[in-house]
């Protein structure tokens, strides 16, 4: 059988000796979110209402109407007109859920709306009746126009006035109805019907496989009982070792569909390839512990070379990880729970904590949900639970970072467990937390999650160094990438080639510091506002020193030498040579300083590398010196 052809995959350049990458599991790398929705079809329906944009229109009957307006699909809002809004925000903005003051006032709003009606109607019923009258020649046609009178102006039923709580359950599957039917006649995706149709093609098991492993993948209507489809019993994460590989890949290909999205794959293999050095952390932040079982085996069986797209069979590639050779181990293994923890995040530094080796969690264990938890106990309740387990965490940035680090030396794979009350009780701000240190030349660290540029508050992204969360346009395509559904699935090189853009733009970055000359900007070119000795010590520090001394501690820790002040005390040395970069870095934030103070600095670094070349001058001197004294006495 003739082997299929794999699609050309671009290969990420980079310099980096390793990348370390994160990603959100939910609608990133697999077709679910984190509020339940596993029905493929339905997260097909949802991302493409994400990208149809228009406005609301009224028709001839009164009826409010979704209207597309732009040609194309697009994800960026700002690519499109102004006062146009995609399907999925016309949809949450007309059936979200109401609270009692909007109740009251949609009842307000519909009685209103009912006397007004009431009101033409009856002079719509007057101005027939004097209609009639002029033109009524005789009793008999008098009576006929009457009955057809009475049919015109017949009063409408009164409308039923439904309690809160079912109001809002007919407005929810009135949205799924909406949303499920997207794509049908005189709805507003049909004319992207084709688009739909791709998706669908990207994300279908190919059909020997389907064949071999007996699955179906029946055509049912959609609604809002089967988007949400349940795991059979005993669940994925029941099944024994005993359990052959082909039935649970019927569990895994959901209805005939890939559970991990092809692209993500392509990146691995793509990586592998280029001989580049990283590691994958996977972050979720749903309660179904279940759904990650199954994402972890899949991939598992990607590593091992026994994934049904990867193995050999069905007339493709076999992709082989050799762990022995490569000595790097991607697989994890969830019984164990070696390479695995649970983060909970804190208004303060100190607060943040993350407990290593474990996927217990206490608002899961109990059945919470984020409506429920009491906050203000969260912390006694969350110190209590793994001190049961005998569990301690390790708290504050610092920690958490070298202790990540040193999991990710041994084990290629990670996964996370993100706090999603604090989240969701924060009002969907203070996300997931990615610690990354922007003074490491060696590693890059990148994560990947959707809707982030709607809301950027989804990730924090810190610097572990300064302890501040750093600007989102700073690490938007450097440290964090703004996923998009649609492009993921139809684009086998979609995550390298944002790999790439993120690798060039940190690379353009570090370039820029080292390469340029400090004093390439003369002092009227840097307009700065603030005097250096109003700046506070420890910022001064953190801006100078600390970048090199937090870098030969990392190597202290990773090494453990006999003697760490000397390793430390000769690593700052003969790394001092790297202050250009941290002048450099001076510079960036020159808008901190005064010209006065920069032209000081100035003096002082020229001073200093005079002193540094007549020191190498004298030492050269003596040397020259020793050797012709050592000559006269021969």
């Not at 890939?258 to 990146?267: K, P, T």
């Not at 920690?399 to 990710?408: G, H, P, Q, R, V």
């Not at 002193?611 to 050592?630: F, S």
Request: charge should be negative; hydrophobic fraction near 30%.
């Amino acid at each position: 059988m003739k082997k299929t052809k794999a699609p050309k995959v671009q290969i990420p350049a980079g310099n980096f000796r390793k990348l370390i990458l994160h990603f959100n599991i939910d609608k990133t790398l697999v077709m679910r979110d984190s509020l339940g929705y596993n029905n493929t079809e339905f997260l097909i329906r949802q991302i493409l209402s994400e990208l149809i944009w228009g406005k609301e229109e009224m028709t001839k009957t009164g009826e409010k109407v979704f209207k597309p307006e732009h040609k194309g699909l697009e994800y960026d809002k700002a690519n499109v007109e102004e006062d146009l809004m995609s399907f999925r925000e016309y949809l949450d903005y007309k059936y979200h859920p109401l609270n009692q003051e909007q109740y009251e006032q949609l009842l307000i709003e519909e009685k209103e709306e009912e006397e007004r009606k009431e009101k033409e109607l009856k002079e719509k019923e007057e101005k027939l009746k004097e209609k009639q009258k002029q033109k009524q020649k005789d009793k008999k046609n008098e009576e006929n126009d009457e009955k057809k009178n009475e049919q015109k102006v017949e009063e409408p039923k009164p409308k039923e006035i439904l309690p809160l709580d079912e109001m809002n359950k007919k407005r929810y599957s009135q949205y799924i109805k909406e949303l499920c039917e997207i794509t049908e006649p005189n709805h507003a995706g049909f004319k992207f019907r084709r688009q739909y149709e791709d998706m669908r093609k990207k994300l279908r098991v190919d059909e020997k496989i389907q064949v071999d492993l007996g699955l179906k993948s029946e055509s049912i209507k959609l609604d809002e009982n089967n988007i949400k489809e349940e795991e059979p019993s005993p669940k994925f994460n029941e099944l024994g070792e005993d359990v052959d590989r082909k039935d649970k890949f019927k569990r895994v290909f959901n209805n005939s569909y890939h559970n991990i999205i092809l692209s993500f794959f392509a990146m691995m293999i793509a990586l592998k390839k280029n001989k580049q050095d990283f590691a994958v952390v996977f972050r979720f932040f749903g309660q179904d512990v279940c759904e990650v079982y199954k994402f972890i085996y899949e991939f598992n069986c990607f590593c091992d070379s026994l994934h049904p797209r990867y193995c050999g069979d069905y007339g493709y590639n076999k992709v082989k990880y050799d762990i022995e050779k490569d000595k790097k181990d991607f697989r994890i293994d969830l019984n164990t729970q070696e390479f695995v923890g649970v983060s909970f995040r804190s208004e303060e530094e100190k607060g943040e904590q993350m407990f290593f080796n474990t996927l217990e969690h206490p608002d899961f264990n109990n059945n919470n949900n984020d409506e429920n938890v009491d906050n203000n106990n969260r912390e006694e309740e969350i110190k209590n639970f793994y001190n049961e387990k005998n569990k301690a965490p390790c708290v504050g940035y610092n920690e958490i970072y070298l202790n990540l680090m040193d999991k990710l030396r041994q084990n290629c794979t990670f996964v996370i467990l993100d706090d999603y009350n604090y989240y969701k009780t924060h009002n969907d701000t203070n996300g997931k937390l990615l610690l990354v240190d922007p003074y490491d030349l060696d590693t890059l660290q990148i994560f990947f999650d959707t809707e982030i540029k709607s809301n950027p508050d989804k990730i924090n992204v810190v610097d572990v160094i300064t302890k501040k969360k750093l600007d989102y346009d700073y690490v938007i395509n450097r440290f964090l990438v703004n996923v998009e559904p649609y492009r993921a699935i139809v684009d086998m090189n979609y995550f390298n080639n944002k790999v790439e853009e993120c690798i060039n733009n940190r690379k353009e970055e570090l370039l820029k510091m080292q390469g340029k000359n400090i004093f390439d900007k003369t002092v009227e070119e840097i307009d700065t506002v603030n005097e250096m000795k109003k700046i506070p010590k420890e910022t001064y520090l953190e801006m100078t020193v600390m970048p090199l001394l937090y870098n030969a501690l990392t190597q202290v820790e990773k090494i453990r030498p006999k003697d760490p002040i000397s390793y430390i005390a000769n690593f700052m040395l003969r790394n001092k040579n790297n202050a250009k970069l941290l002048k450099n870095i001076i510079m960036e934030n020159s808008e901190m300083f005064s010209g006065e103070v920069l032209e000081e600095f100035k003096e002082k670094i020229e001073e200093e590398n005079k002193n540094v070349e007549n020191e190498e001058n004298n030492n050269e001197n003596k040397e020259e010196n020793e050797v012709k004294g050592g000559e006269e006495k021969k």
